[in-house]
Structure formats: structure tokens, C-alpha cells
């Protein structure tokens, strides 16, 4: 039996709508036979109420029996709660806004795929998001020093230049650096120690924030223009208010 914040939490689908788990079960399994230690998955499959597609979702969380009984001596009458890692065995590709350019949102997909099997990968690929904006927005890769021989461009300075640029607000240029510091740890640290300290859920939280980047860039100003062709368009049908 697994714990009620698992069972009873509520889950979104990439559309954005709630899912309804549609079964559940779990399994505890022992570190050896000379400890209690032991861990438990909980794996949970859960249908889209609007657009029926599947998730499967898996929970994990450890535990010591000699603690467990301690707690039930203690606390006769209350429930057990256990912090677990959640991590996504399975989903339906994110819907990104089709404002958003091909190169960039096949990038964001390839990063969502590899969210389960490879969070590293997943946080490299949320790096190579950036570069693709960079070069959407024109930022060029390469540059010439002061002797005339041409070096390709840190992406610190090319994001600098994209910020100068755009004239971004300060709030979007920390997220966008946390997002390159974050994908260069992925990319160059210890392969075991990434491995412990970052799970599929730090990943898949690392792409939510990608996903806001993008919205702001893309969405919002396609957003904008689609208001003000929207406006432009009703006062023509007053020919005073164009005056």
C-alpha cells in the first residue's frame, strides 16, 4: 500500500488538463537481505480527460522498517508520509504554440524524450534550446578579435547580446543564465555525481522553465501582434475613430 499524497495527488497532462488514474499499483523492494532498508515504486497509469491521451508516471521512495515501526508505536492513529521522487516513464509529446519556431521546438521534444532514461541529456538539450534562440534572433556564432582572426562565440556572449538586443527584462535574462548554468553542469560535470544530485523530476522542471522563456518570446509577442491586427481591424469599421 503506498502513501495517500501519492494516491490522492492531482496530475496535469501536457494539453493542460487533469488526468484520472486509471490503475495503480506499487512494489518495495529490499537493498539486501541483511538490512530493512528498502524502497518503494509506486507506478501509476493516468488518462487525459480532454485529450485521452496516456501518461505513466512512476513514484519512489525509500525507507527503514525499524523507523516505520517507531512511527506507528509513536503516532497509533496518524498516517505515514514519505517524500517521494517522481520521475515520467511515459507521455504524449508538449503542444508547443506554433509561433514557435521548428528549430527550436524539435530541440524542446528531443529534450522531452529523453527526460526518463537520461536527465543529463535532457539538461544539455535545454542548453542547445538557448543556442537555437540565439541563432533565431540572429546572434551571430562567430567573431573577429582585434588581430582579424574569427573564434566562435561563448554563448554567454551571444545571450548577452540577445539581451542588449531585445532589451529583455531582468527577471527573463536570470532564468535564461540559470538554464545555460544548469545545462554547462550537465554538460561538463562528473557524470555519477550529475547522476545523484539531478533526477528526471529537476529535468522536467528545467524544461517548464524553457517553456516559460519561450512563452515570453514568442507567445506573448505573437500575442501582441494578433491584438493590435485585431484592434486595427474594428476601428477600420469606424471611419472616425481612424481620424
Known amino acids: 500500500m503506498y502513501d495517500i499524497e501519492v494516491e490522492s495527488s492531482r496530475e496535469f497532462c501536457n494539453c493542460g ?12 523492494w529490499y537493498d539486501n537481505e541483511e538490512n530493512s532498508y528498502y524502497t518503494i515504486q509506486v507506478f501509476k497509469i493516468l488518462t487525459c480527460l480532454t485529450c485521452r491521451s496516456v501518461t505513466v508516471l512512476l513514484y519512489t521512495a525509500g525507507g527503514i522498517e ?12 496518524e498516517p505515514q508520509f ?3 521522487g517522481r520521475s515520467v516513464l511515459y507521455a504524449p509529446a508538449r503542444q508547443l504554440h506554433g509561433s514557435i519556431p521548428r528549430s527550436i521546438s524539435e530541440v524542446v521534444k528531443q529534450a522531452e524524450a529523453v527526460l ?25 556564432t562567430e567573431s573577429t578579435n582585434n588581430k582579424g582572426k574569427s573564434y566562435f562565440r561563448k554563448l554567454h556572449d551571444r545571450l548577452s547580446q540577445l539581451f542588449e538586443q531585445e532589451q529583455m527584462l531582468e527577471e527573463l535574462q536570470t532564468i ?42 514568442y507567445v506573448d509577442r505573437y500575442r501582441q501582434q494578433e491584438a493590435a491586427e485585431t484592434l486595427k481591424e474594428l476601428k477600420s469599421k469606424i471611419p472616425l475613430l481612424e481620424q
Open 82 to 84: 514519505r517524500y517521494y
Open 66 to 77: 525499524e523507523e516505520d515501526e517507531q512511527w506507528a508505536e509513536a503516532n497509533p492513529n
Open 116 to 140: 526518463a532514461r537520461s536527465p543529463r541529456a535532457s539538461f544539455i538539450l535545454c542548453r542547445a534550446v538557448l543556442e537555437e534562440i540565439c541563432n533565431d534572433f540572429k546572434i551571430p
Open 17 to 28: 488538463s487533469v488526468m484520472k488514474c486509471e490503475r495503480a499499483f506499487s512494489h518495495r
Open 176 to 217: 535564461i543564465n540559470g538554464i545555460k548554468d544548469l545545462g554547462n553542469e550537465g554538460a561538463h560535470s562528473d557524470h555519477l555525481a550529475f547522476a545523484k544530485q539531478m533526477k528526471a523530476q529537476d529535468a522536467e522542471n528545467l524544461l517548464t522553465l524553457v517553456n516559460y522563456v519561450l512563452e515570453r518570446l
